[in-house]
């Protein structure tokens, strides 16, 4: 078992900057792949970035790409999410997800655990 708790979101102008933190305790931190995921009003969960068990390999959805950073520290059992240039559509709920397999997907249903979710809102 894996809890996951996310904290850093809040409301910034657009063009502003946010780190998301994801607290994590339980199991071995460094045994899960890890992801971030984002929900607007009405909308289905998108993903946003995965990163691998060590960090040495990231994914990002492609229209996040050079805005958004995914990085993690094992040693503090926390992943983050830089997020720069932010704009109004990027207006939602982020959540933490953990893989037990480190696959790197994209796909919400191959998450094993998830964290209650932190809001981003963007203001024009």
């Known amino acids: 078992q894996v809890q996951l708790v996310e904290s850093g979101g809040g409301l910034v102008q657009a063009g502003g900057s946010l780190r998301l933190s994801c607290a994590a305790s339980?199991?071995?931190?460094?045994?899960?792949?890890m992801g971030w995921f984002r929900q607007a009003p009405g909308k289905e969960r998108e993903f946003v970035a995965a990163i691998s068990r060590s960090g040495g390999s990231t994914y990002y959805a492609d229209a996040l790409k050079g805005r958004f950073t995914i990085s993690r520290d094992n040693a503090k059992n926390t992943l983050y999410l830089q997020m720069n240039r932010l704009k109004p559509e990027d207006t939602a709920v982020y959540y933490c997800?953990?893989?037990?397999?480190?696959?790197?997907?994209?796909?919400?249903?191959?998450?094993?655990?998830w964290g209650q979710g932190t809001q981003v809102t963007v203001s024009s």
């Open positions: 997800a953990a893989d037990l397999y480190g696959t790197l997907t994209i796909r919400t249903m191959e998450y094993d655990y």
């Open positions: 339980g199991r071995t931190f460094s045994h899960y792949a």
